[in-house]
């Protein structure tokens, strides 16, 4: 059986959890913008799978309000603590903790008005059965709302060092781990064979230069998990090192620029 730590190809940790945060920050905008389209109404049942410490369960929460309800799922004991302890300091008793992932869950049928899964699935080893166990925990009518990436698009400009290699470097990463990393590219077809009606698909990233949140939240991932690549054998310590110096050169040259990859945001209802 693998510790709750080995599931997370990212880890879990102090610094984690504050890279996460960051992370909803730079995102949330973004993040908004998506749930304005998706007729989130008060009252609402909501599960957020892979929830981590719970940033956009607390933003949904607003969404919901009080006679709504919200569930976060999350195989991190570490983060469902913290998820706990802002609900109990903000008196929030409408939101429920659950540990495990969808895999090893057991849902009622049409239970939820809304799922919501942000950079979750592009780690599940088998998508397929995520869905379909998220489809059927749906009410009729109910909204399967997912973030998540079809890993194009990560260019660091002026283009043409190592860091040329990282975009395959990275989705090699993922798919260490049992991921996918163009899951995006593939989930309206998964949508549409498991009947739900696609109302929102499109594609949202970030550029900025050494300032910016965006380059901020790249420079949180890269500077630690470059070298974890390497120790997983994903690549060699040598190019490790040249793609993580190219990293640093841009990063103290203020005209460079980064672009985040592709991120495909996709929201279906149950028929």
């Not at 990393?181 to 050494?210: D, H, T, W």
Request: aromatic share 14%; net charge negative.
């Amino acid at each position: 059986m693998k510790k709750k730590s080995e599931e997370y190809i990212l880890g879990i940790s102090e610094y984690e959890l504050e890279r996460l945060r960051f992370q909803h920050g730079v995102w949330k905008g973004i993040t908004e913008g998506f749930f304005d389209k998706l007729g989130i109404k008060e009252g609402w049942k909501v599960l957020d799978v892979g929830s981590g410490p719970g940033f956009a369960a607390f933003d949904l929460r607003q969404r919901v309000g009080s006679t709504g309800a919200i569930t976060a799922l999350e195989p991190s004991e570490m983060y469902l603590d913290y998820f706990r302890g802002e609900c109990f300091k903000n008196n929030w008793n409408n939101m429920h903790a659950v540990l495990g992932t969808v895999e090893d869950s057991e849902f009622l049928d049409n239970q939820y008005d809304m799922i919501f899964a942000r950079w979750v699935i592009a780690f599940v080893p088998d998508p397929g059965l995520f869905l379909e166990k998220l489809t059927r925990t749906l009410k009729p009518g109910g909204v399967l709302a997912i973030m998540d990436y079809a890993y194009e698009g990560l260019l660091l400009y002026p283009n043409g060092g190592a860091f040329d290699k990282m975009a395959e470097t990275v989705r090699s990463y993922w798919r260490h781990g049992g991921g996918d990393p163009y899951i995006g590219a593939k989930l309206p077809k998964m949508f549409k064979e498991r009947n739900l009606s696609v109302f929102e698909y499109y594609p949202v990233g970030q550029c900025g230069g050494p300032d910016s949140g965006v380059f901020r939240w790249a420079d949180k991932f890269f500077t630690v998990h470059v070298q974890q690549m390497v120790d997983m054998g994903i690549t060699t310590q040598e190019l490790g090192d040249e793609m993580l110096k190219d990293w640093v050169d841009h990063r103290n040259d203020p005209d460079s620029v980064f672009f985040s990859p592709t991120i495909a945001n996709i929201a279906g209802k149950k028929n």
